[in-house]
């Protein structure tokens, strides 16, 4: 079981060590979550009232709906990325802390 879990940190570690500095040298593993702040805002105009229907009433006026999507890098991001990586380092430093072997009780 311990064997299991110092490998849990050692895998664990290494991979927040990449994914921290993939995401400090140009986002070469994706965009990581932290980066950039995703806004969206919807606005919705009246259009211009169509021509006759037929030749009687007019037609009821058309709305147009617009999504718009925008992203704006976040405050702080660098330091997120750069926390995780020495969260990694901890994860793979507490790896090689691990005592191996029991150490026999001296009675």
Do not use: N
Not at 25 to 47: F, K, N, Y
Not at 87 to 96: D, H, I, N, T
Request: charged share 20%; with cysteine; hydrophobic share 45%.
């Amino acid at each position: 079981m311990r064997r299991l879990l110092r490998l849990f940190f050692a895998i664990v570690g290494l991979v927040a060590v990449l994914y921290g500095v993939a995401s400090l040298t140009g986002r070469w593993l994706g965009t990581p979550p932290w980066w950039e702040v995703r806004t969206c805002s919807a606005d919705m105009r009246q259009s211009d009232v169509d021509e006759k229907l037929g030749g009687e009433g007019r037609q009821p006026a058309t709305f147009t709906l617009t999504h718009m999507v925008t992203s704006e890098p976040r405050r702080g991001r660098e330091w997120m990325s750069g926390c995780l990586v020495v969260v990694g380092l901890a994860l793979v430093a507490a790896y090689g802390a691990w005592p191996t072997r029991r150490r026999d009780s001296v009675t």
